[in-house]
C-alpha cells in the first residue's frame, strides 16, 4: 500500500456523485428495463470519467466511486452497503416477510433496535421526525427494512465484482495512475438486519463472512487495495436500546470483528484499509461511542491502515486519541480531514492544520489525508467535488510544511 | 462589559428559534394587543431557557424582530423596515430577490448547480443534502424596497417595547448581563437610494436615523450588539468578480466611518460588534479572509467583537490574532460552536477552540458565543443542543484554563 514517503498523499472514503446518466441507467436496471449492453457501456464509461477527474482534482489514490453499487437518486445514504444484497444468495426483500416487534436489547442479549429507534433519534426526535428539517432519509424515509435472511448466504456477485474491477483497472491504466481501492461492505455491517434460517448471530455473520470473502479476495487478487466499510462497529452502539454496558457492548462487537478477521485469513495485511464512521445521516450524534473506547478493537483488525472519521465537529477532537494509544508500526492512520456534514467548504488551511495534527502524533509517514465518508450522495455534487480539491490542497500546504 | 475574570464567560449571537405561535402570529400580522402579551411571555420564557442552558450574558432572542415562518435567515435586518421611513417597495425589484442588489458574487457563479438546487428546493436545515442552503428570508420581497425620501427612525414604540419585555423578563432571572441586537449602517445602505445624492449621502442619514435605536438600548441598560455581516460578506457579493480587494476595502473602511459617526457618545464599553460571512448553507468559498479586514475591524468604537470562527471556513483564522494583537481593554467573541452543520459540536471541541483562543489573547479577554445566530437557521432542538454544549464546553476550558 502506498504511504505518505515524501509528501502526505490523499484519498478518500468512496462514495463519489453519479452523474444524471448513470443514475438513469440504474433505474432502468432496475426496473429491468435495461438494456445489459448499454448499461455495461454507461458505467465503464462513467467509472473511466471519475477516475480521471479525481486525478485532476488531486486524489492519489483514487476508485471507482462506487458508481458499481447502484444508488437510485442523487441523494441516497445506504448503496455502500444494500448493493451486497444482490451479490449474496439467502436474503428476501423486507416487505415479502411479516415486520418483528422493536428490539428492545437486554444485557444478556444485546441486540440492535431499528434505524429510526436509535437512540439519537429518539433523544432528538423533533428534528428527527420534522418532515420540513431538510434532512434527506430523514426519519419518515427510513421506514425501509433491511433485507432478511431466509437461507443459506452464498456469494453470487462474482460478475458484478469482476465488472467493476476491470472498470476500475480500465480507467486507472488510462489515466496513469498506480493504485486504486474498491469498497466492499463488513459482514456485520450487511448482516444487521432479521434473520430466520442460522441458529445464532454468531452463525448468521460468520457465513455473510464467509460469502463476502470471496468479494474481498476478487479485489485484492485484481491488485486494487481492499476497503473494508464498516461503520456497524461504533454506529451499532447507538442502535442498542438502552444503552448497553460498554463490556457487554465490546464483547458483541469482538465477535463481529472476529468473523471479518476469519473473513480476512490469508490475504495480505498491507493490501487491506479499514473504515469506520458513526453513520453518514446530518443528525446531532451525540449518541456517538467515543473512538477512545473502541479502538483496541479496531487495531485488532487485519488491516495495514485504518480510516476513521475526524473531520465533523463530533469526532475532531479524538485526534488526541492517538497520543494514549499508539498506532502500531507499520500501520497507517486515514483520518477524514474533509466532511460532508456542512455545505461549507473546508479552508485548505484548516485542512492543513488537521493533517498537521495527526502527523506529529503518529509520524508523517503514517498518515494518508482523506474524508470522513463517502461524498456521493451525501452533498451536492459540486460541493463535493470543492471538498477533495480543498483536500488535495490541504495536503500540499501540510506537506510543504512537514518536508521543509 | 463583563468579561471572564475567572471563568469563561459565554453568549450567543441573537436570534433563538421562535415558538411556532409566535411565528404565526407574527406572519397573520395580529394586532399589538394580541401579540404583545405573547410576545412578553415568549421573551420571559427565552431568557429562562438561556439562563438555564448555561448562557451568562443574554438577550430577547430577537423575538421583538419579526419571523414569520420557522425557518427564515433575514429578520435580524428586516425588521428595521418596520421602523424606517424613507422607503417604497418596488415589485418588479422584490421578484429579483438577492439579485437585485448583487453586482455578481464569484462564489454563485462557481457554484450555480448547486445554488440552483438549493433554490428549487426551498428551505432546509445546515448540511442537509439539496435543500441545504436556504438563503431566502420570509421577508424576500424587502429587497425590492428603494430609499425615496428622508429616511427616519420611527421605531421608538418598537424599541420600547423590546426593551420593557427583556426587563421584565429578567426579572428572577439570574444572568450576567444582557444584550440587545441592532442593525448595522452598512447593511442598512445596500438598498438602492434615489434620494440622496451619493451612496455617502445616503449612509449617513442612515447612521444618524439607526443611531436613535442605538442610543435607546444602551440607555435602558442592555449592552448593544450592533450585526454587521455586510462589513465582511459584501466581498464577495460586490467585490469578488474581479478580486477587487483594494475597491473592497476603501468601501470597508467607510462603512466603519459610518458605524462610528452613529455610536458617537455612546460608551464604548456598552457596544459589542458582529461580523459573519452570511448565514447560508453554501459552500462559502468566496469569503474574504478576516486578516484582510481585521485592521478595520478594530477601528469600530466598540469593547467588544464577535467573530464567526467555529465553522470550516473560518476556524483556522484564530491564528490571525497571533499577528494582530488584540488592542488592551478589548473583547474577543469567537463562534466556537455554529449552525453551518447539524452535528452537535462536542463539548471538548468547544473546549480546544477556546483554549486556543485564551491562549491568543488571553483568558480575561475571551467570552464564548455561537458563529451567528442560531434561530431560523437551524432546527431549534438542535439550536439548544448547541447552547449547551457550548456551556459545557467553556466549563471545560475554564476549568484547563484556572487550575
Not at chain 1, 434527506?136 to 427510513?142: E, H, L
Not at chain 1, 461524498?375 to 488535495?392: D, N, P, S, V, Y
Not at chain 2, 452543520?341 to 491568543?360: G, K, M, Q, S, W
Request: with cysteine; aromatic share 8%; proline share 5%.
Amino acid at each position: 500500500m502506498r504511504r505518505s514517503r515524501d509528501q502526505i498523499i490523499t484519498t478518500h472514503v468512496g462514495s463519489l456523485s453519479r452523474p444524471a446518466e448513470l443514475l438513469a441507467l440504474n433505474n432502468a436496471r432496475a426496473s429491468g428495463a435495461a438494456d445489459a449492453a448499454a448499461y455495461a457501456t454507461g458505467l465503464a464509461t462513467a467509472v473511466a470519467d471519475v477516475v480521471n477527474k479525481q486525478r485532476e482534482v488531486g486524489i492519489d489514490i483514487p476508485n471507482d466511486g462506487e458508481f458499481g453499487k447502484p444508488m437510485s437518486a442523487a441523494y441516497d445514504y445506504g448503496a455502500w452497503w444494500n448493493y451486497a444484497f444482490e451479490r449474496l444468495d439467502g436474503f428476501a426483500a423486507p416487505d415479502s416477510i411479516p415486520e418483528s416487534e422493536h428490539k428492545k436489547s437486554t444485557v444478556a442479549q444485546l441486540s440492535l433496535t431499528s434505524f429510526a429507534r436509535r437512540r439519537d433519534w429518539q433523544r432528538f426526535s423533533e428534528f428527527y421526525q420534522d418532515p420540513t428539517s431538510g434532512l434527506v432519509g430523514s426519519a419518515p424515509a427510513r421506514r425501509a427494512r433491511r433485507p432478511v435472511c431466509i437461507g443459506p448466504i452464498r456469494y453470487k456477485g462474482q460478475a458484478q465484482t469482476q465488472a467493476d474491477i476491470a472498470n476500475l483497472k480500465k480507467a486507472m491504466t488510462a489515466a496513469d495512475v498506480e493504485e486504486g481501492f474498491m469498497t466492499s461492505v463488513a459482514p456485520a455491517s450487511f448482516a444487521r438486519g432479521e434473520d430466520l434460517h442460522y441458529k445464532s448471530e454468531e452463525e448468521f455473520v460468520a457465513a455473510t463472512a464467509e460469502a463476502m470473502r470471496e468479494e474481498y479476495r476478487a479485489i485484492i487478487d485484481a491488485g486494487l487495495v481492499l476497503q473494508i466499510d464498516d461503520p456497524s462497529l461504533p454506529d451499532n452502539w447507538d442502535m442498542i436500546d438502552p444503552e448497553p454496558p460498554l463490556e457487554e457492548f465490546k464483547k458483541f462487537s469482538r465477535m463481529r470483528i472476529d468473523a471479518l478477521n476469519h473473513a480476512l485469513r490469508g490475504l495480505p495485511e498491507d493490501r487491506i484499509r479499514y473504515h469506520i464512521c458513526w453513520g453518514s445521516w446530518h443528525g446531532p450524534h451525540t449518541t456517538d461511542i467515543p473512538l477512545a473506547n473502541i479502538v483496541d478493537l479496531v487495531l485488532a483488525v487485519r488491516a495495514q491502515a485504518y480510516s476513521v472519521e475526524a473531520g465533523n465537529v463530533r469526532h475532531e477532537h479524538e485526534w488526541r486519541v492517538w497520543q494514549d494509544t499508539k498506532l502500531p508500526n507499520g500501520k497507517i492512520l486515514i483520518p477524514g480531514v474533509v466532511s460532508h456534514a456542512t455545505n461549507v467548504v473546508e479552508h485548505p488551511r484548516l485542512v492543513a492544520d488537521r493533517i498537521m495534527r495527526f502527523a506529529q502524533v503518529v509520524g508523517r509517514e503514517n498518515v494518508i489525508a482523506s474524508t470522513d465518508c463517502g461524498l456521493g450522495g451525501r452533498i451536492h455534487t459540486q460541493i463535493a467535488w470543492a471538498k477533495l480539491a480543498a483536500l488535495a490542497e490541504g495536503a500540499k500546504l501540510a506537506t510543504h510544511e512537514l518536508w521543509q | 462589559m463583563k468579561r471572564s475574570i475567572d471563568r469563561i464567560l459565554t453568549t450567543h449571537v441573537g436570534s433563538l428559534p421562535r415558538p411556532n405561535d409566535l411565528v404565526e402570529l407574527y406572519r397573520d400580522n395580529t394586532p399589538d394587543d394580541t401579540l404583545q402579551p405573547r410576545l412578553r411571555s415568549a421573551i420571559a420564557d427565552v431568557v429562562r431557557r438561556q439562563a438555564a442552558s448555561g448562557i451568562d450574558v443574554v438577550n430577547d432572542g430577537e423575538f421583538g424582530k419579526a419571523m414569520r415562518r420557522a425557518v427564515d435567515f433575514g429578520a435580524w435586518w428586516s425588521y428595521v423596515y418596520d421602523r424606517l421611513a424613507g422607503f417604497e417597495l418596488r415589485e418588479e425589484q422584490a421578484k429579483k430577490g438577492r439579485a437585485a442588489w448583487t453586482f455578481g458574487s464569484k462564489e454563485r457563479k462557481e457554484f450555480a448547480e448547486f445554488y440552483a438546487a438549493e433554490a428549487s428546493a426551498g428551505q432546509g436545515g445546515a448540511g442537509s443534502g439539496p435543500s441545504a442552503a436556504q438563503s431566502g428570508t420570509s421577508t424576500a420581497r424587502l429587497y425590492g424596497l428603494t430609499c425615496t425620501a428622508p429616511v427616519k427612525y420611527t421605531g421608538q414604540a418598537a424599541i420600547q417595547h423590546d426593551v420593557q419585555n427583556l426587563t421584565a423578563a429578567l426579572g428572577g432571572s439570574r444572568v450576567e448581563e444582557t444584550f440587545v441586537t441592532a442593525v448595522s449602517p452598512a447593511t442598512l445602505q445596500i438598498l438602492p437610494n434615489e434620494y440622496y445624492k451619493s451612496r455617502e449621502d445616503y449612509t449617513w442619514a442612515l447612521a444618524e436615523a439607526i443611531r436613535e435605536e442605538y442610543k435607546a438600548i444602551v440607555d435602558a441598560g442592555f449592552i448593544l450588539q450592533i450585526d454587521d455581516p455586510a462589513l465582511v460578506d459584501i466581498y464577495d457579493w460586490w467585490f469578488s468578480l474581479n478580486g477587487d480587494l483594494a475597491g473592497y476595502r476603501k468601501w470597508a473602511e467607510f462603512q466603519v466611518e459610518a458605524v462610528n459617526h452613529a455610536l458617537q457618545g455612546i460608551p464604548e464599553d456598552r457596544v459589542r460588534f458582529h461580523i459573519c460571512w452570511g448565514s447560508w448553507h453554501g459552500p462559502h468559498n468566496g469569503d474574504v479572509p478576516l486578516k484582510d479586514v481585521v485592521d478595520l475591524l478594530l477601528k469600530v468604537k466598540a469593547q467588544g467583537y464577535s467573530v464567526e470562527a467555529g465553522n470550516v471556513r473560518h476556524e483556522h483564522e484564530w491564528k490571525v490574532w497571533k499577528d494582530t494583537k488584540l488592542p488592551e481593554g478589548k473583547l474577543l467573541m469567537p463562534g466556537v460552536v455554529s449552525h453551518a452543520t447539524n452535528v452537535l459540536e462536542h463539548p471538548e471541541l468547544v473546549a480546544d477552540r477556546i483554549v486556543r483562543f485564551a491562549h491568543v489573547v488571553g483568558r480575561e479577554n475571551v467570552v464564548a458565543s455561537t458563529d451567528c445566530g442560531l434561530g431560523g437557521r437551524i432546527h431549534p432542538q438542535i439550536a439548544w443542543a448547541k447552547l449547551t454544549a457550548l456551556a459545557e464546553g467553556a466549563k471545560l476550558a475554564s476549568s484547563e484554563l484556572w487550575r
